[in-house]
């Protein structure tokens, strides 16, 4: 037994020596999916990073190097600066709502309510949906009337004196955004917490319970610890998902009242295709990926060394 | 977890129903409104229709120009997807199975594309597309998904390829294949379930993207079902019944597929993007 396992080890060692180049993929298996990445993705971004310090607009004949100029009128501009304010708040607190929600759900379908599989169903749907269409229907949802939409519902359940215009509100359009966001994506968060739960073996919670360990305590020493990797995944997928937020301010707003729910994305959309500034688009485009870059990187720095493995 | 029903899970299952019925609030506007004549709309807002006025499907449906632009979203959809998982697995075969650096590195540059907004790229790539006389063409649309999905695809490729084993793989180079061969016959089959979690994925990007078609389709008569919406919603500007039953047409292709394969897609979210 012990001779034949011996022997197998020596002829697989002979046969990876002895099979060497040939046994390697072939590097021609990529090039197709490179090239269209390096064609779609890569030049074109690239270019764009240097387009954000040139006066390039619709307009121009020749494209010069401005330098910082961009970048500086972005920073004095009152719409971008808006912009970037929101998107920095929206980049917060959706994060939070929906990874908070999220987690709430898993927890409580991760026990044996009889109804979760139907629940888990119908939280998760919105998450399949055309963020435009499901925008256009809050937007009917929001409506100010006093008898529609959300004003409505308040009303029938006594709480008329809440009723506000919801979009139309400088000081709650944004939130209303964001609501509207986290209603859409929380089932996404809650099926990677769901899976997180799956993954953490009974018998520590059994172990744990043994020991004296109390609800709070098994979740605080148990759960959260070993749900860690999910939280990292849910945290940083939705981190870059906000700060790009687009259809729905374009859907439900178009970036106002005013410019109080303007994202970097809307003001980049109106200044290079509505006003043909592209120079000033790209420089846009660039403190986005600057600014998700950052966020990213950090997330992953913090939240990886909190990760434990089982 | 294996306990019993008790009167605390009661509770916690009456609460949670309770917030579901809550949560599912828009959407039984939706469908209320949707089956109501124009007057029912705003006189009854949150009752049930009367009676089902259907004449506001087959009005949406010819206003909106919903029957080209299903037809529109399905070719480019199953295009893009189709290419996408062809090239993503072939490209990723490479990467899982060179330990190289430069295989290292490559793989490191498609993750890249995961956080890279693709706003950066929006300008030049829009005259790249121009100058390729492609703005208006499916191809232009079809070669904008693959590349930008990519990324994503060689991720879950690549993830799923490492922790699988080589033997079979082996095995065939020893009976003579040839490296095409052992992929298209040996690993392409083994990575069915990652195969799914990339369709799953990409489909529903794919067919929800409102920008790109947007930018790249305007004025074309391609338009996908979320530009169709736009324009109709634009142009129908507070007739909700008509809207409701617009946006009704508009999700139900991809709530109907979802309920038929809702476990997988569930699982293909959670194992896919838990990564």
Redesign the interface.
Known sequence: MVDANVRHARAKRI?KRG?GR??????T??A???L??L???????L???I?AFTDWTALSQNVTFTGLANLKQLLSDAQARSALKNSLVIALFIPILQNGFGLL?AL????????RYV???????????????VS???Q??YNP?P???LN??LG?VGLGVLRQDWLGNPSLSLGSIIATVV?QNMG?SM??F???LQSIP?EF?EAAELDGAGASGRFRHITLPLLA??IT?NLV?TL?AS??L??QV??MTSGGPGYATETL?TV??KQ??LFGR?GY??M???V??VI??IF?FIQLKVLRSREVSM | MSRRYTWRTFVLEVALIAFALLFMFPLYVLVVQAFKPPAAVAASPLGLPKQLYLANFSGAWSAAGLGPALLNSTIITTCSVALLVGLGSLAAFVLARRQSKLSAGLFLLFLLGIILPFQLALIPLYQLIKSLHLLGTYAAMVVFHVGTLLPLAIFLYVGFLRTTTRTYEEAALIDGANHLQTFAYVVFPLMRPITGTVIILSTIIVWNDFFTPLLYLSGSGRQTVPVAIYSFVGQYVSQWNLIFAGLIIGVAPILIAFFLLQRSVIQGFASGLKG
């Open positions: 046969f099979a040939r046994a390697e993929v072939p590097w298996f990529i197709p999916a490179l269209l990445y064609f779609i993705v890569i030049y074109p971004s270019a764009g990073a387009y759900l409580g379908l991760n026990t044996n309510v009889k109804s629940l888990r169903t119908i939280f998760f749907a919105p998450a399949v949906l055309s963020p435009l269409i256009y229907l809050w009917y949802i009337f008898d529609q939409g409505g519902l029938a209603w996404v099926v990677i769901l899976a997180g009974k919670y990797p999910a995944v997928l870059i700060l790009k687009f259809d374009f859907a994305s980049l959309f290079t295709f592209f688009g790209a846009i485009a660039l986005l990926t998700v870059a990213a």
